[in-house]
């Protein structure tokens, strides 16, 4: 029965091997419950003001195995949760991602060690690896580029993947496009056979630059504007990028990471709070309204309980993480851990091991294993 389902799956995701039995662990030693345990790559460094790990993901075959992009420092790559790190970038362009300075990082759902990254101030634009970060192309032909902005590189800033297909990604710009005022759209770009096919899909009318973008399926793509600079709050797509409408003025804090849980409820940090939709995205309610705690820039949950960052700005000692259980209602929020003087900007969670990972980018990736 499995090899005749891969095969169905492998058809409809152009001959791509897809292991339905989903993500696999490898064995890592974790450590003690709660222990939170610095696994930051032991050569990369911050150079104030500029962080040293700006990027993370997990592998979606291995749970033990975990990507990282840097500040002028490459990417790195473990295979056994952060014990040790492999400097990987030592292929074709490796200066292009060596010397960069990347807003965005994101790795294929569907195709094994397939990843994306957006290196501004390196080689600008997308440029992906299909070898585990070793080897990288650009994959946004210039005249593709030139359609948006006035030059040979699109200024990439946020990469979404499709959650379900191969190959399949989006990206925001950096820069308002061409004879678009002071907004910038979306790029989509897709692999057909052996190139990367392009389309330009056009912004609303006030709809800002530089979004995080969340894409819940193909056609339906949620767009939060950073409040520095331009703070246009967020869209969402129902028609894939045909056209935008204005969901409401909640602007992202410095870093901006979507969850939806297994029963479907969604959750969206803001600057001033934390959203929460039970109806798909219809509408949403601010949980963290009268409590006191700020906004919020990630959060992640397990079905069980629920892990928010604040946006409080990184500089005061300050209680960062809040918990709450995730069922019934999410209301019950307290602070978890010690102060800080940085706030989270994305978590990982290891689902087969019960394990939480989190980045914060002046301080490093911690490990923490929940029970």
Request: charged share 20%.
């Amino acid at each position: 029965m499995r090899s005749v389902v891969v095969l169905l799956v492998c058809v409809g995701c152009n001959a791509v091997d897809v292991d339905l039995l989903a993500q696999t662990a490898s064995p890592c030693d974790l450590g003690e419950v709660g222990a939170a345990v610095d696994v930051t790559p032991p050569d990369v460094v911050a150079m104030a003001p500029d962080p040293g790990v700006r990027g993370l993901v997990m592998d979606p075959f291995d749970a033990s195995v975990f990507y990282a992009s840097t500040h002028e420092q490459g990417v790195w790559r473990t295979a056994n949760c952060g014990a040790t790190w492999e400097h990987t970038n030592n292929g074709i362009n490796a200066p292009a991602i060596e010397n960069s300075e990347p807003i965005d990082f994101a790795i294929d759902p569907v195709v094994p060690d397939t990843l994306y990254i957006s290196p501004r101030f390196g080689g600008n634009s997308i440029w992906w690896s299909t070898n585990a970060g070793v080897s990288w192309d650009n994959i946004v032909p210039t005249d593709v580029a030139m359609q948006v902005i006035d030059g040979d590189r699109p200024d990439v800033a946020f990469i979404g993947v499709d959650p379900a297909k191969a190959h399949h990604i989006f990206a925001t710009s950096m820069v308002a496009w061409r004879n678009a005022g002071s907004d910038s759209g979306v790029l989509e770009g897709e692999l057909v056979d052996d190139t990367w096919q392009w389309k330009v899909h056009a912004p609303a009318v006030g709809m800002g630059v530089m979004q995080y973008i969340q894409v819940l399926d193909a056609k339906t793509w949620l767009l939060t504007s950073n409040r520095t600079p331009v703070g246009e709050g967020t869209w969402v797509t129902h028609d894939g990028g045909v056209s935008f409408q204005r969901v409401d003025d909640a602007e992202a804090a410095s870093a901006w990471q979507f969850y939806q849980s297994p029963d479907g409820t969604m959750y969206r940090p803001y600057q001033d709070g934390l959203l929460r939709s039970g109806d798909g995205g219809a509408t949403w309610v601010d949980v963290f309204a009268g409590l006191g705690l700020g906004g919020t820039e990630a959060i992640i949950g397990d079905g069980t309980t629920l892990y928010a960052s604040s946006s409080i700005p990184d500089g005061d000692s300050a209680k960062r993480l809040f918990t709450a259980p995730e069922t019934p209602g999410d209301r019950g929020w307290v602070p978890l851990g010690e102060p800080t003087t940085g706030s989270v900007w994305k978590f990982l969670r290891d689902g087969k091991r019960d394990v939480l990972y989190t980045l914060n980018p002046f301080q490093g990736i911690e490990r923490q294993r929940m029970r």
